[in-house]
């Protein structure tokens, strides 16, 4: 087998979700690649050492620039905040290695078309972890819409609903809350979790061209962790867009963090002429289905457990009827980019794809600001 020697940059969240999918991928997937765990890197020494003991990291390297251009690595994983994706991207795309960048790719388009760039021109094998492409329910939900099982679509919608923000008193910035800094985060829910929602929209539905949006910061000053200083908030704190999609149908989506009462209700729902699909990542086992073809005395919606082994990815996993989680959705991710460097066919979402998202999120911001359609770029 080849070894693929992995640098990761950050430690926090991300930094597990896909460390557990390089440990795991081989114990589940043949392929002919098998993730080394080279080097972790971050900024706070102690707690990288800890976090490469825990996960069986080989080395620690506190700078991250001298991680992407170490010779024993092959690919560098970016786990870090948002005004880091570029720089680090850049680096190791210059370095000749392999680049795995967590979403959004970067702050604003400016970024990450700086970032297509670079890495297009350096030819190394890219992806963007959109994940939620590969949840098993939602890959099924793509292949039933190319079956044409749903024929004309009229409507689109993708919320993703959370509330950990509403209290004044949670301050913004520093190591654990830099996605309430606007200069770290480069948005709020819209970079943060519409851009979920707009890649899985794009997966299923096509290119978004057109958007209009409302935006709204509920706190409009917190306490910044860095300086100590009450500061003005940045981001948006929930946003809503109506949206045209090139096919002719429209959609609606929302985030928020102030749904009091919702820790990660992210839903999507997909209206044809000939039926329906919708998602809840809550039931993330569950695509449930309305055939309009059925005649009509049985006609209704089913309830499609996705766990059976002609269903996406679950031969790799247990017997029917048995589920899944969150953190396979990230080895599929692994499987799917190793299974591309194999077989020369790209995978998708790449730093380009990445990108369309981005000038959708940023559409969306600009819109929200002026009031007004905004065109995405993307063309029916
Ligand atoms: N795909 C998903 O579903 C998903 C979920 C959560 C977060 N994310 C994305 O993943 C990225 C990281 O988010 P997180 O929740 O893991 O954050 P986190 O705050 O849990 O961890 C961030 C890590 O980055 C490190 N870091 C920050 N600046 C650094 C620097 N200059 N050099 C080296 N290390 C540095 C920190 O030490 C920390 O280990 C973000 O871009 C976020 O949008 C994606």
Same mark, same amino acid.
């Given at each position: 087998?080849?070894?693929?020697?992995?640098?990761?940059?950050?430690?926090?969240?991300?930094?597990?979700?896909?460390?557990?999918?390089?440990?795991?991928?081989?114990?589940?997937?043949?392929?002919?690649?098998?993730?080394?765990?080279?080097?972790?890197?971050?900024?706070?020494? +102690?707690?990288?050492?800890?976090?490469?003991?825990?996960?069986?990291?080989?080395?620690? +390297?506190?700078?991250?620039?001298?991680?992407?251009?170490?010779?024993?690595?092959? &690919?560098?994983?970016?786990?870090?905040?948002?005004?880091?994706?570029?720089?680090?991207?850049?680096?190791?795309?210059?370095?000749?290695?392999?680049?795995?960048?967590?979403?959004? *790719?970067?702050?604003?388009?400016?970024?990450?078309?700086?970032?297509? +760039?670079?890495? /297009?021109?350096?030819?190394?094998?890219?992806?963007?972890?959109y994940?939620y492409r590969r949840v098993?329910a939602i890959t099924l939900a793509k292949q039933l819409i190319d079956e044409g099982r749903i024929?004309?679509p009229f409507h689109y919608r993708g919320?993703? *609903?959370?509330?950990?923000?509403?209290?004044?008193?949670?301050?913004?910035?520093?190591?654990? &809350?830099?996605?309430?800094?606007?200069?770290?985060?480069?948005?709020?829910?819209?970079?943060?979790?519409?851009?979920h929602n707009i890649d899985a929209a794009h997966y299923l539905n096509g290119p978004i061209?057109?958007?209009?949006?409302?935006?709204?910061?509920?706190?409009?000053?917190?306490?910044?962790? &860095?300086?100590?200083?009450? +500061?003005?908030?940045?981001?948006?704190?929930?946003?809503?867009?109506?949206a045209?999609f090139a096919n002719?149908s *429209?959609g609606?989506f929302?985030?928020?963090?102030?749904?009091?009462?919702?820790?990660?209700?992210k839903t999507l729902e997909l209206n044809g002429?000939?039926g329906s699909l919708k998602f809840?990542?809550?039931?993330?086992?569950?695509l449930?289905y309305?055939?309009?073809?059925?005649?009509?005395?049985?006609?209704?919606?089913?309830?499609?457990?996705?766990?059976?082994?002609?269903?996406p990815?679950?031969?790799?996993?247990?017997?029917?009827?048995?589920?899944?989680?969150? /953190?396979?959705?990230?080895?599929?991710? &692994?499987?799917?980019?190793?299974?591309?460097?194999?077989?020369?066919?790209?995978?998708q979402p790449?730093?380009?794809n990445?990108?369309?998202t981005?000038?959708?999120?940023?559409?969306?911001?600009?819109?929200?600001?002026?009031?007004?359609?905004?065109?995405?770029?993307?063309?029916?």
């Open positions: 087998m080849k070894e693929l020697r992995v640098a990761m940059v950050g430690y926090g969240f991300m930094g597990r979700a896909h460390s557990n999918a390089y440990k795991r991928l081989n114990d589940f997937f043949p392929l002919q690649h098998r993730p080394v765990l080279k080097v972790a890197c971050g900024r706070n020494a +102690e707690k990288t050492r800890t976090f490469a003991k825990v996960w069986g990291y080989e080395r620690v +390297e506190p700078d991250w620039q001298k991680a992407v251009e170490a010779a024993d690595v092959d &690919l560098v994983d970016i786990c870090t905040p948002n005004d880091t994706h570029m720089e680090i991207a850049i680096a190791a795309a210059r370095a000749g290695k392999m680049v795995l960048c967590e979403k959004p *790719l970067a702050r604003n388009v400016a970024e990450a078309e700086t970032m297509v +760039e670079v890495i /297009e021109k350096a030819g190394v094998p890219n992806m963007v972890w994940n098993p024929g004309k919320n993703f *609903l959370q509330d950990w923000t509403i209290s004044p008193e949670v301050p913004q910035g520093g190591a654990g &809350l830099w996605r309430l800094d606007v200069q770290a985060a480069g948005s709020g829910v819209t970079g943060d979790l519409l851009a061209t057109r958007v209009v949006a409302k935006a709204e910061t509920f706190v409009k000053e917190r306490k910044h962790v &860095l300086t100590g200083k009450v +500061e003005p908030v940045g981001i948006d704190d929930a946003c809503l867009f109506i045209e002719g *429209l609606l929302e985030a928020t963090r102030y749904a009091r009462g919702h820790k990660a209700l002429s000939d809840d990542l809550e039931e993330m086992e569950y449930d309305f055939e309009y073809k059925s005649e009509s005395h049985v006609r209704g919606w089913r309830r499609i457990h996705v766990t059976n082994s002609e269903h990815y679950m031969d790799r996993y247990w017997v029917p009827g048995l589920v899944i989680g969150y /953190e396979h959705s990230f080895i599929n991710a &692994l499987a799917d980019f190793v299974k591309g460097i194999e077989t020369g066919v790209p995978v790449d730093f380009r990445a990108l369309q981005q000038k959708v999120c940023e559409a969306v911001l600009t819109s929200a600001r002026e009031g007004r359609w905004v065109e995405t770029g993307a063309t029916a």
